[in-house]
């Protein structure tokens, strides 16, 4: 499925989200490996198989075999620190001073640039509402040279991409 397939699988009444899609994937302040890894990346944290396969057929030729690993790594190592450090910040107390002893060495390595690997982690975290590994991810790449309007532009693939998931979700729940 192209992402014109699934532009034209959304119903009249997201007209607005078919226009989303359709800008944001051409957004001009991201790389285009930005783009398309942020695209996967929050595809896979947005639990449609429609929608994943979707933007994994459309972005995935565009990025290196070595980038689409880690935007995958990013949904994944996300799927896990999210619930763990809202569930941390949210309780507070002792929880926050343990150390987490989950691994997460594919943050360390990779496989792409820092900047990108965050960038991606952040979209997947907005996703998950994880308030405490947005702020880290954002510091990172705002430090490591990322503009404000390039966190804008992935947060809002991030917005669309769950929200198009959501649409199809609420469709497929609503026809049977």
């Known amino acids: 499925m192209s992402l014109e397939a699934l532009r034209n699988q959304l119903p009249e009444y997201a007209k607005d989200l078919k226009l989303n899609l359709g800008s944001l994937a051409t957004e001009p302040v991201l790389s285009a490996q930005q783009r398309a890894g942020t695209f996967i990346a929050s595809a896979l944290a947005s639990r449609n198989a429609e929608v994943t396969r979707a933007l994994v057929a459309e972005f995935g030729p565009q990025i290196s075999p070595e980038a689409l690993t880690a935007a995958k790594a990013a949904a994944a190592i996300m799927g ?3 619930v763990y450090y809202r569930f941390t910040h949210l309780v507070g ?18 496989g792409v640039e820092k900047a990108d690997f965050e960038l991606w982690s952040l979209a997947v975290s907005a996703i998950n ?34 929200a198009v998931a959501a649409t199809l979700d609420g469709e497929a729940a609503l026809s049977t």
């Open 80 to 82: 896990m620190n999210n």
């Open 93 to 110: 107390g002792e929880y926050s001073r343990l150390p987490a002893r989950l691994r997460m060495n594919v943050m360390a390595k990779p």
């Open 129 to 162: 509402g994880c308030g405490m590994c947005m702020e880290a991810h954002e510091r990172v790449v705002i430090e490591a040279g990322l503009s404000r309007e390039q966190v804008q532009a992935a947060v809002r693939i991030a917005a669309v991409v769950h």
